[in-house]
């Protein structure tokens, strides 16, 4: 039903930034949430950011004041500013989608994974 891609990722050195972008094709509904997960190699995927069609954001607490997420609503795009990067940021980061028919509380009604972008943090 819908498409997510994902761009921007690359190799910069620690204490650099990044900007990733991720486009989604296809009927995207009000109630939902475009959120950037990330995983390396050897541990779980785990939630970066996310932002709702409203604008209201959340951070894992390893990048609260690095991170930024915002979105075009009308592109539908989600963006990802990250600054001060470091080493243990390395990893590919996914866009996801997630769609709530009834409300944010409880599980989504979909659930649309990008196909990832890899970011490296190295000197």
């Known amino acids: 039903q819908v498409q997510l891609v994902e761009s921007g990722g690359g190799l910069v050195e620690p204490g650099g930034s990044l900007r990733l972008s991720c486009a989604a094709s296809g009927n995207i509904f009000r109630l939902n949430a475009m959120n950037w997960y990330r995983q390396a190699p050897g541990k779980e995927r785990e939630l970066v950011a996310g932002?709702?069609?409203?604008?209201?954001?959340n951070y894992a607490d390893s990048v609260k004041g690095r991170f930024t997420i915002s979105r075009d609503n009308a592109k539908n795009t989600v963006y990802l500013q990250m600054n001060s990067l470091k080493p243990e940021d390395t990893a590919v980061y996914y866009c996801?989608?997630?769609?709530?028919?009834?409300?944010?509380?409880?599980?989504?009604?979909?659930?649309?994974w990008g196909q990832g972008t890899q970011v490296t943090v190295s000197s």
């Open positions: 932002i709702t069609n409203g604008g209201s954001t």
């Open positions: 996801n989608l997630k769609i709530y028919y009834s409300g944010y509380r409880g599980p989504p009604n979909y659930d649309s």
